[in-house]
């Protein structure tokens, strides 16, 4: 898998499947910026709010390379993307520390 077309592709579907887990009592909402390559899931708690709305995983397109800003999750975002054919060397752990390209 070379084509950025098909990253972008990958990564929009693996950040979606994120949206439909179960939480407990909270709703997950997966917002996308086509423009920018930038997709995420945020989880906002039913009211009253035990803790405040927060980014469960987000990951953007930068140059040829995917770089994950959050991963809350017990399932990590990279490992999903490992297994759909993204190669390792193409995706940075940003919220682990690796450091992302400049943006454009």
């Not at 040829?64 to 297994?83: F, G, K, S």
Request: glycine letters at 2%; charged letters at 25%.
């Amino acid at each position: 898998m070379d084509r950025i077309d098909d990253y972008v592709e990958v990564v929009r579907h693996a950040v979606a499947d994120y949206a439909n887990a179960t939480t407990f009592q909270a709703s997950t909402f997966f917002s996308q910026d086509d423009e920018h390559d930038i997709y995420s899931v945020i989880v906002v708690p039913d009211l009253p709010r035990p803790f405040p709305a927060r980014v469960v995983v987000m990951a953007r397109i930068v140059g040829e390379n995917i770089v994950i800003d959050e991963d809350t999750t017990d399932r990590p975002l990279y490992e999903a993307l490992l297994r759909r054919g993204i190669p390792r060397e193409k995706i940075i752990l940003a919220y682990a520390g690796e450091q992302p390209p400049a943006s454009n």
